[in-house]
């Protein structure tokens, strides 16, 4: 089992629509949690940091599940520019261990 | 200019061939790590650096190596280049003190090893 896993997709949804993707993560001391955004051969780039009660930020919306142990990130009125590759990554404090998901692939279309 | 910059952006070698490729930046940080990435795998850590004395391997750092030259640079070399090292690498830095542990990464190195 990979330790973290992502649906690899692509999720296509027209202009408008709400989409969620999950990300599950198998280290249950894992504390840290980030979704990344990547652009077509471009580098990642921090999306949001995933905090234990959840945050938001305008129209994308991260949720933490330490139980069942995976995170997962909403997109309202979901835009063409939001057309990319999100990353789920988890840290363990203290560690060099950033451990990446493979990434789910998002188009939005007209 | 970018915080972290990489060196050369795109590169196409043959087998057996030493390559360096080059990272610097600008954040003052201390964490420099170096990944690459293929299709369908993610970004795997080659190595780490946590400070100018301080290098580790990562989980793939066979056929490759590094050097912390200043807190600023962090070179990765590939000693006699092979097809599977074909790949997209990447920079990153983080600050060891930073709230978020965000992950500020260079702008890739395209290798092609023929």
């Known amino acids: 089992r990979k330790e973290v896993e992502q649906d690899p997709g692509p999720f296509n949804v027209p202009e408008g629509a709400t989409v969620a993707f999950n990300c599950t993560y198998s280290?249950?001391?894992?504390?840290?949690f980030f979704w990344y955004r990547q652009d077509c051969r471009k580098e990642p780039k921090l999306l949001m940091s995933?905090?234990?009660s959840g945050n938001e930020d305008g129209r994308f919306t991260a949720q933490l599940n330490r139980a069942s142990q995976y995170i997962s990130l909403l997109i309202r009125d979901s835009k063409l520019s939001d057309s990319a590759t999100y990353l789920c990554?988890?840290?363990?404090?203290?560690?060099?261990?950033?451990?990446f998901g493979t990434g789910t692939r998002l188009k939005v279309l007209a | 200019d970018a915080d972290v910059t990489q060196t050369p952006r795109n590169r196409i070698t043959k087998t057996g061939k030493r390559i360096m490729l080059e990272c610097s930046q600008t954040?003052?940080?201390?964490?420099m790590y170096w990944y690459r990435q293929d299709p369908g795998l993610g970004l795997r850590l080659i190595y780490y650096?946590?400070?100018?004395?301080?290098?580790n391997k990562g989980e793939i750092s066979d056929g490759y190596s590094v050097s912390r030259q200043a807190q600023a640079k962090f070179s990765l070399s590939l000693e006699s280049a092979i097809p599977n090292q074909t790949a997209l690498y990447f920079c990153?830095?983080?600050?060891?003190?930073?709230?978020?542990?965000?992950?500020?990464f260079g702008e890739g190195s395209r290798l092609t090893v023929l």
């Open positions: 990153a830095t983080s600050d060891l003190t930073g709230v978020t542990g965000e992950l500020f």
């Open positions: 280290n249950s001391a894992s504390q840290s």
């Open positions: 995933v905090y234990s």
């Open positions: 990554v988890v840290n363990t404090e203290g560690t060099y261990k950033y451990i």
């Open positions: 954040k003052g940080h201390d964490r």
């Open positions: 650096s946590f400070d100018v004395k301080d290098i």
